[in-house]
């Protein structure tokens, strides 16, 4: 079939139609780029810490020197007097102080005179300490103008103009949208007088660790642990029988005939004392960050047969606790006046012959049991009082158990925690209404988060217009962060093979639903 000369340019010259051909298939495809960028997705890199560890800025990689635990320091431009979204390619020592490790809580030492490990200079200050590699930011992708189409959802991770510097994106959480009136109490977010809950994939990605048995320190009888020696963070109570070495100091067991109930308790004080910390940020405020109550514990459990495994979670003085029993009935209970155990909710599950995982925590008023792919939970209630009213109290941890058990790769996690001391809004007492068109976000990183608690300057707008101070208003929104497709990059000059981002590390961002 010959082409029609009425839909075919043609020059004569078949090497002059190939180049021109060509040349209209790259404009096209430039074209359609330049469309996709501007309308659909844009990549953005990550410049700070404020919403980590979700999203990290420039950060260092580290690897406790004592137990092995795995973990990231931020990296401050202001401490190292660099510009922002600049990444050194020289390592550096940890400022402005050595971080501490979220779970053996082990400082890395300062060492000087002839011990000094080497020292750099910058802008004529000496930096001393160990050298680290600083790595980028992590990468993401943003659905840009979605929010022309769909409401944004409270969780989005959003990324938009700074209402005070409109030349600089922003990307926090979404708290609050039109309409509605925001609190922070205890850490969590409360609408309209009722806490608001996150969505599972979101709530997952939050948890912060306090403790992860399978890292035990190489050399516990150090004095770097917070001041003192190294010791297991749970202990039996008066008559209990757990073997914390059953099988290496990662397992523990118990192996009894009686019906009596053992129990280990957490001691905080070997801890963090259930701190609103993060080992990503300067550990120098650890000791006036507010305690978190909502925590989750978690273990591989292996249940003999007329056995039972459980947790004990306390929150303001008041404990409730998740169990599981080898006939396959799983039970959240409260512990009352005298210690008795009232039943709040129970179901029936199979309990199988291998190793099963188990989790039970308690986040924004809502107690879960999980066992497997078995789940029950219970409502403590929405309104701010509902769970208890003293505060004060220091939550409570303990594993308990009867008949024969073992139990692996135990972790002890904290939710994140929404700082409202020292905050210019959106507090207990003074509750905070957005009007029509406003949003009010935070930082994953509560602590090291400037942003709608905070901004104490009204939004900067078009021909004079000014914001209210501490919202985001609809117009300055960009996009919805999606994914994390380059997590951390290796640099290119100095690691010329490790440049590749870790595939482990992408992955999705989750928000609302």
């Given amino acids: 079939m010959k082409p029609d000369p009425d839909t075919q340019i043609s020059s004569g010259s078949s090497r002059v139609d190939s180049v021109y051909h060509t040349l209209e298939w790259l404009i096209t495809a430039f074209a359609g780029t330049l469309v996709f960028i501007f309308f659909v997705m844009q990549v953005y890199r990550i410049p700070t810490g404020s919403m980590a560890e979700t999203l990290r800025g420039n950060h260092f990689r580290l690897r406790c020197q004592q137990c092995g635990y795995r973990f990231d320091y931020d990296f401050r431009q202001d401490v190292y007097r660099v510009p922002e979204n600049v990444t050194p390619r020289e390592k550096l020592p940890l400022l402005p102080r050595p971080p501490r490790c979220p779970s053996c809580n082990f400082h890395e030492p300062r060492l000087h005179g002839s011990a000094a490990r080497p020292v750099i200079h910058r802008n004529g200050r000496a930096l001393p300490g160990t050298l680290h590699t600083v790595y980028k930011g992590d990468q993401i992708f943003v659905l840009k103008s979605i929010y022309q189409f769909f409401e944004p959802k409270r969780w989005d991770v959003m990324v938009f103009k700074n209402p005070v510097e409109p030349k600089i994106n922003y990307i926090k959480r979404l708290i609050a949208g039109p309409g509605e009136t925001v609190q922070l109490i205890d850490g969590n977010v409360f609408i309209d007088g009722k806490i608001a809950r996150k969505p599972p994939a979101v709530q997952d990605e939050l948890w912060v660790p306090i403790y992860d048995n399978d890292f035990q320190p190489a050399r516990p009888a150090e004095r770097g642990f917070n001041g003192d020696r190294w010791r297991q963070p749970f202990d039996n109570r008066p008559g209990s029988r757990w073997d914390f070495n059953a099988n290496g100091p990662s397992v523990f067991a118990l192996s009894q005939t ?187 990183n509560s602590p090291y988060s400037l942003d709608s608690r905070l901004w104490d300057r009204p939004g900067i707008g078009n021909e004079g217009i000014e914001y209210r101070a501490g919202v985001v208003p609809r117009e300055y929104l960009i996009g919805k962060a999606v994914f994390v497709h380059w997590p951390g990059g290796w640099r290119v000059r100095q690691e010329p093979l490790r440049w590749i981002p870790n595939p482990d590390a992408m992955k999705w961002i989750y928000g609302g639903h």
Wanted: proline fraction near 5%.
């Fill in 258 to 444: 009686d019906a009596a109930v053992h129990r280990a308790r957490f001691d905080p004080q070997a801890g963090d004392h259930f701190r609103a910390t993060s080992a990503y940020t300067d550990p120098a405020q650890y000791q006036h960050m507010p305690t978190c109550s909502d925590l989750m514990m978690r273990f591989y459990a292996e249940i003999e047969p007329d056995s039972a495994v459980g947790v004990h979670l306390s929150k303001y003085g008041v404990g409730y606790e998740g169990w599981v029993y080898a006939d396959g009935r799983m039970e959240i209970v409260r512990i009352g006046t005298g210690n008795s155990p009232e039943v709040l909710v129970e179901t029936q599950t199979d309990v199988a012959d291998a190793p099963t995982w188990f989790r039970f925590f308690n986040s924004d008023h809502l107690l879960q049991l999980e066992f497997g792919t078995a789940h029950v939970q219970y409502d403590l209630g929405r309104a701010a009082g509902a769970p208890g009213t003293d505060r004060d109290m220091m939550p409570q941890v303990e594993l308990a158990a009867r008949g024969s058990v073992r139990l692996g790769h135990i972790g002890l996690y904290r939710d994140i925690y929404y700082i409202s001391h020292n905050v210019l809004r959106a507090t207990e007492e003074e509750p905070f209404t957005l009007k029509d068109d406003e949003f009010f976000v935070c930082g994953d």
